[in-house]
């Protein structure tokens, strides 16, 4: 019986020994909160803050394991566009892509209505036909009279598997 008691204690103390090697770098679940420039959401743990030139920008986030050629290829941006407080969210969606596709290389895919926080957000999906294929993401809020714009995009080969970050900004956005 002593014996059984000595190798039990044996296992146990190995067991420990072993799982404490064990680790899980996937950072997965790890979330950071941006909460700056009276907006607030959160974002991907292994994400971060990016520079953009993106006219009306407000922040940028990317996916620093997308870069190529020093630029990343996942990023959201959040825009707010340039109309007066109190505007109406569907004019300013219509007005913006009355001409963007017949002006532009890009190509409608889907659009469509949102309920984010109890509001209506409206989606618009599209992809680029020329240089990189990238696929764009375009969630429009009205948040306290102001619009803000949710541009989520990455290569056409990563768009689907990208889902779940972009959701976490956008369902996330205040």
């Not at 790890?30 to 743990?45: H, I, M, P, R």
């Not at 895919?109 to 990189?132: Q, R």
């Not at 619009?147 to 768009?159: E, M, N, P, R």
């Amino acid at each position: 019986m002593r014996n059984q008691v000595i190798l039990v204690i044996v296992l146990l103390f190995f067991v420990v020994l072993a799982s404490g090697c064990i680790s899980d770098n996937k950072q997965s679940n790890a979330t950071k909160t941006y909460n700056q420039n009276n907006v607030s959401f959160t974002y991907s743990g292994v994400w971060e803050l990016a520079n953009t030139t993106s006219p009306n920008a407000v922040v940028a986030l990317a996916d620093p394991n997308t870069i190529q050629n020093g630029s990343p290829t996942t990023l959201v941006v959040v825009q707010k566009p340039d109309v007066s407080k109190g505007s109406n969210l569907n004019d300013v969606y219509a007005a913006n892509y009355k001409s963007f596709f017949n002006t532009t290389g890009y190509q409608e895919v889907s659009e469509g209505n949102l309920t984010i926080n109890g509001g209506i957000a409206l989606e618009n999906i599209y992809k680029s036909n020329t240089g990189v294929q990238k696929e764009y993401r375009a969630v429009w809020f009205n948040i306290n009279g102001n619009i803000y714009v949710v541009l989520c995009s990455a290569k056409s080969t990563d768009f689907q598997a990208q889902q779940d970050n972009f959701n976490l900004v956008i369902n996330s956005f205040k």
